[in-house]
């Protein structure tokens, strides 16, 4: 068919076979089924044909080149000092500055190569997967925010992640601090919500621990000769 509405084929899909590396399908019109699988999966096809519609759903984040970003502002509620706004000048003239009274620049040089880089990470961001049937949703987006990142760019569009820590739970890789201690929060993984959206996310460490940067980060200390 050439109608964009009309399905091009329609299969139904049974169970997995008893070694688990295929699975009964059978397309419609047709008396045959037949034990399908992918060449080079060791498994079932069942997870390609997942009903749940978030599985379907993209779950990209940010995915911004360096030269599309204008401003990068970066807020940590409960530590204040750690927040910075990251701003591109004319011929990529980098300005990092900071609203915390307790910044001291004085003999600090701004590390350019590390604001370059910074600007580098936010290429093909994105979450784990979706958590819209969290129980607490609500009270994890109005608590306060581990990090709020926003996003502005050359064309004065705006987008903003609010990143919230994960308490710990059974599934968390660490449970314990280096002293013994149990942790409150899991290390591995944040919830997500992108400002103006209903749904929450799950994010990884792994993927967007390269954008929770420190204003510190962007400065070294002057070295006299």
């Not at 060449?39 to 069942?46: E, P, R």
Request: hydrophobic letters at 35%; one cysteine or more.
């Amino acid at each position: 068919t050439d109608s964009p509405t009309e399905p091009f084929k329609e299969y139904a899909i049974g169970g997995v076979i008893s070694s688990g590396n295929g699975t009964f399908m059978l397309l419609k019109g047709s008396e045959q089924p037949y034990v399908v699988n992918i060449k080079g999966l060791d498994g079932n096809v069942l997870p390609r044909f997942s009903n749940q519609l978030e599985a379907w759903r993209d779950r990209l984040i940010f995915n911004y080149a360096a030269d599309d970003i204008a401003k990068i502002e970066a807020t940590y509620e409960l530590n204040p000092e750690r927040s910075f706004a990251l701003s591109v000048g004319e011929s990529n003239n980098y300005t990092v500055t900071s609203a915390s009274e307790k910044v001291d620049l004085e003999k600090k040089r701004l590390n350019k190569p590390v604001a370059a880089t910074y600007l580098n990470s936010f290429k093909r961001l994105y979450s784990e997967a979706y958590e819209n049937d969290y129980p607490k949703i609500d009270s994890i987006r109005n608590s306060k925010a581990f990090c709020r990142l926003k996003i502005t760019d050359k064309n004065g569009k705006i987008k903003q992640l609010n990143v919230h820590h994960r308490d710990i739970n059974k599934r968390s890789k660490k449970q314990v601090d280096i002293d013994g201690i149990a942790m409150d929060y899991d290390s591995d993984r944040y919830f997500a919500f992108i400002e103006g959206r209903d749904d929450m996310f799950l994010i990884q460490e792994y993927v967007f621990g390269k954008v929770f940067k420190d204003f510190s980060d962007f400065y070294y200390e002057e070295v006299k000769k």
